[in-house]
Nanobody, 124 residues
Framework: QVQLVESGGGLVQAGGSLRLSCTASGQTFTRYTMGWFRQAPGKEREFVATITRAGITTYYADSVKGRFTISRDNAKNTVSLQMNSLRPEDTAVYYC?????????????????WGQGTQVTVSS
């Protein structure tokens, strides 16, 4: 089992940037495909980005492609999400997730391990 703790959320104006981090503990980090998901008020949780175990290949939702970058540091057991050109519609609670079975291409909201979430609010 792995434990995930997110940090880095906050309030930012439209066009600004934030960097989210997620630190994992409890199991070998490289066992897990990692991902970021988000949930806005009144909406379902949705995919944002995923990254392969080795950190070589990444996948993004169309809505964030070109603005967000997911990365991981396997030596530090962390996965990060750099968010640039933020928009009010990016406002949501952002969750880090880990999956020991799914690939970065197939990982979704059924991932077994989740952090507690961090709030990102983008003002217009």
């Amino acid at each position: 089992q792995v434990q995930l703790v997110e940090s880095g959320g906050g309030l930012v104006q439209a066009g600004g940037s934030l960097r989210l981090s997620c630190t994992a503990s409890g199991q070998t980090f490289t066992r897990y495909t990692m991902g970021w998901f988000r949930q806005a008020p009144g909406k379902e949780r949705e995919f944002v980005a995923t990254i392969t175990r080795a950190g070589i290949t990444t996948y993004y939702a169309d809505s964030v492609k070109g603005r967000f970058t997911i990365s991981r540091d396997n030596a530090k057991n962390t996965v990060s999400l750099q968010m640039n050109s933020l928009r009010p519609e990016d406002t949501a609670v952002y969750y880090c997730a880990a999956d020991p079975v799914a690939t970065a291409q197939t990982m979704g909201i059924l991932a077994p391990y989740w952090g507690q979430g961090t709030q990102v609010t983008v003002s217009s």
